[in-house]
């Protein structure tokens, strides 16, 4: 507040701000109805404290700064929140620790598919893409079928094709290669006695004496990313990524891209983005469902998504959790996993970073 107050009397002193934006600017200071704030997710799973070094959990926990700081810098700037999501997700994808973009897990034919949405809240407009194997950074691409084509989903090689045409970065498959992921999924199909696929072409060398383990063992196959803002004019918007589970068989496709299930931003309701087995969130279009309790039973937003994911989602012994956000500034988790990498802030307060099941 006190830096708010700092900025808007340099810029007075200064004659920068027009009337209009005086106007606006209430006697309490301040020059917004809404304060922004932000949600998210590094993905959801059995992630436990007793079995994830010092040094792993320090390493999430920067990383979760790292990206909630990248969502707050937008949103401080008075930016949208599509642009918070965004900017946030980016910076995940390009993240080795997250299974998202860079660092995303395997197919069992070891290829990398990556499924990606965003959703603007005060349009309702949407876009998704699944299975993309060279776009940098599927949220970008995704965002890019809402905002350059007439469609909502776009699916594999055409999906590229398209992100190419729009200038998107483009990646050769061994760009999303980390040895970690490699190491997992081949554990992964020993333990199915299914068939080894051959090391990418274009990797480096398999390391000798293999690779030390950066977080817990069964933990390899989470990781997907997914952001839910809200800015100074009221706009709420939400966003995930994902490589999708670990040894996926068949162009499988999870909850992710799937608008209504893994992503759903209303301003008449709320924005969700949710993380964890991707068959049963679609099963229970767990994200519309949040968000047609906010709107139609009038419930609150923590106790509509507790009721979906503790109850619904439970009830069907389905796993993982969900990050929400309302216009009027309501902010919820919910998991039924024993850990999610997740953060939330809103304007003026303290920033919240959580990894296990015992932290508020
Ligand atoms: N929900 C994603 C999927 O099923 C995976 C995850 O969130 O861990 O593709």
Redesign the pocket.
């Known amino acids: 507040m006190r830096r708010v107050f700092r900025v808007l009397s340099v810029l007075m002193c200064a004659g920068l701000l027009t009337s209009t934006v005086m106007a606006q600017t209430s006697a309490a200071g301040l020059a917004q109805p809404h304060r922004w704030a932000v949600v998210l997710h590094g993905?959801?799973?059995v992630i436990e404290r007793k079995s994830m070094s010092k040094e792993t959990d320090a390493a999430y926990r920067a990383a979760l700064k790292a990206a909630l700081q990248a969502a707050a810098d937008v949103l401080e700037k008075g930016g949208s929140s599509l642009d918070a999501v965004e900017a946030a997700i980016k910076l995940m994808e390009d993240d080795p620790l997250f299974?998202a973009g860079k660092g995303a897990v395997f197919t069992a034919e070891g290829k990398n598919e990556l499924?990606s949405a965003i959703m603007d809240g005060a349009t309702l407009k949407a876009g998704a893409v699944a299975g993309v194997t060279r776009t940098r950074h599927p949220i970008s691409l995704a965002r890019a079928v809402m905002e350059k084509s007439p469609h909502v989903m776009l699916i594999g090689a055409g999906a590229d094709q398209f992100a190419a045409t729009t200038g998107l970065e483009q990646e050769g498959p061994s760009y999303f290669f980390t040895e970690r992921r490699w190491q997992s999924l081949i554990k992964e199909l020993k333990k199915e006695g299914a068939p080894l696929p051959e090391r990418p072409a274009g990797v480096p060398p398999a390391p000798v004496g293999g690779v030390a383990e950066i977080e817990p063992p069964n933990a390899h196959?989470?990781?997907?990313v997914g952001v839910v803002a809200l800015d100074r004019n009221g706009n709420i918007a939400a966003g995930t990524s994902?490589g999708?589970?670990q040894a996926k068989r068949w162009n499988r496709?999870?909850?992710?891209p799937i608008i209504g299930s893994?992503t759903y931003a209303s301003n008449e309701s709320c924005a969700v983005s949710?993380?964890?087995?991707?068959?049963y969130?679609i099963r229970l279009t767990v994200a519309r469902t949040i968000c047609s309790l906010v709107q139609y039973k009038g419930m609150k937003l923590q106790a509509a998504v507790d009721e979906v994911i503790q109850k619904e989602l439970t009830a069907l012994k389905g796993d993982?959790g969900v990050i929400a956000i309302t216009p009027d500034g309501q902010l919820a988790w919910s998991f039924n996993t024993p850990g999610m990498y997740r953060a939330r802030v809103m304007e003026g307060g303290a920033a919240q970073f959580g990894i296990y099941g015992d932290e508020k």
């Open positions: 993905g959801a799973g299974n499924d196959k989470y990781g997907t994902t999708g589970t496709v999870g909850d992710s893994g949710a993380t964890g087995t991707g068959e969130f993982g």
